[in-house]
């Protein structure tokens, strides 16, 4: 079960994930997770304790940061692990996203 952790300093936030980004995740991402993004200048989402992401998280993921392309909140992913970047990279999710979002 995915879970997350918040910390914001002024107008940033970090969302530090552990768990599974898949289709479990969907709830607590759309209902908890995406209204809060907005509200900050930048947004970083850790994903140094997430072993594994199936084809539903990375639509969560493109979704979140869709969801502020038109506000002024800025999204980067960050600590990606190795195995979870290499599937990102064959499902082109850094061209997607663009390669800027991954730090």
């Known amino acids: 079960m995915l ?3 918040i910390k914001n300093e ?3 936030l970090e ?3 552990e768990g599974d980004f898949d289709i479990e995740a969907t709830e607590l991402i759309q209902q908890e997770v995406k ?3 907005s509200k900050y ?3 970083t989402i850790n994903l140094s304790e997430v072993p594994f992401v199936d084809s539903s ?3 969560l993921l493109i979704d979140l940061v869709r969801s502020v392309e038109t506000s002024k909140t800025k999204i980067h992913i960050s600590s990606v692990r190795e ?3 290499e599937v990102f990279e064959l499902l082109q999710l ?3 996203l663009g390669r800027e979002t991954f730090i």
């Open 3 to 5: 879970q997350y952790k």
């Open 10 to 12: 002024n107008e940033h």
């Open 15 to 17: 969302l530090t994930f």
């Open 35 to 37: 209204p809060i993004l």
């Open 41 to 43: 200048e930048t947004v």
């Open 57 to 59: 998280g990375m639509g």
């Open 83 to 85: 195995e979870v970047f």
């Open 94 to 96: 850094p061209e997607i």
